[in-house]
T-cell receptor, first 110, second 114 residues
Framework: QQKVQQSPESLTVSEGAMASLNCTFS??????FRWYRQHSAKGLEVLVS????GEKEEGRFTAHLNRANLHVSLHIREPQPSDSAVYLC??????????FGGGTRLTVRP | DPKIIQKPKYLVAVTGSEKILICEQY?????MYWYRQSAKKPLEFMFS?????LMDNQTASSRFQPQSSKKNHLDLQITALKPDDSATYFC?????WGSGAEQFFGPGTRLTVL
């Protein structure tokens, strides 16, 4: 059964500094990874999906996938206070089930 | 305009009662899902449907019953409510079920069971 772990649990960065979030997973046969953002008491917003090893950029958000190391990361370039939220890593398994990590709470200080 | 509507936004229930959580999507998608987010636990998959047919059920309890009256509706009936059922329930949808299509999430229904 797929297990997904995120680190750190919380992260504080200054506005404009790069923010880096990590996600490890247990089943390297998955080929479908997503990063979502969740603002307080709101739904999930998909940021970037990545399906093969390497890098995928969507605006200020870049995901890096290394399946051999069971690792996917998210880098946020020039974060702003409005980027403060919980970031969730999700791995798609057989069928359409998404397995989520516990999240990283990001705070961006002005 | 919101494309995935969940009703109500907040719900308070007493132990032992029954509630129905409503989900409608206006994205023209063929697959719909329910996930649950309990306090201090990761978001957890519950059910998936494709063309109104159950595809996957990861919920052990039969107290949770999805109901699909139309292709763009997937409601969730919860019976004999317990305090442990307190959580935010998210509905999601995707174009298709097995193709790796993006899943889009609704705003959630926050259920509190007293």
């Amino acid at each position: 059964q797929q297990k997904v772990q995120q680190s750190p649990e919380s992260l504080t960065v200054s506005e404009g500094a790069m923010a880096s979030l990590n996600c490890t997973f247990s089943d390297g046969t998955s080929n479908n990874f997503r990063w979502y953002r969740q603002h307080s008491a709101k739904g999930l917003e998909v940021l970037v999906s990545i399906f093969s090893d390497g890098e995928k950029e969507e605006g200020r958000f870049t995901a890096h996938l290394n399946r051999a190391n069971l690792h996917v990361s998210l880098h946020i370039r020039e974060p702003q206070p409005s980027d403060s939220a919980v970031y969730l890593c999700a791995v798609r398994n057989a069928g359409a089930k998404l397995t989520f990590g516990g999240g990283t709470r990001l705070t961006v200080r002005p | 305009d919101p494309k995935i509507i969940q009703k109500p936004k907040y719900l308070v229930a007493v132990t032992g009662s029954e509630k129905i959580l409503i989900c409608e999507q206006y994205l023209g998608h063929n697959a719909m899902y329910w996930y649950r987010q309990s306090a201090k636990k990761p978001l957890e998959f519950m059910f998936s449907y494709s063309y109104q047919k159950l595809m996957d059920n990861q919920t052990a309890s039969s107290r949770f019953q999805p109901q699909s009256s139309k292709k763009n509706h997937l409601d969730l009936q919860i019976t004999a409510l317990k305090p442990d059922d307190s959580a935010t329930y998210f509905c999601a949808s995707s174009q298709d079920w097995g193709s790796g299509a993006e899943q889009f999430f609704g705003p959630g229904t926050r259920l509190t069971v007293l």
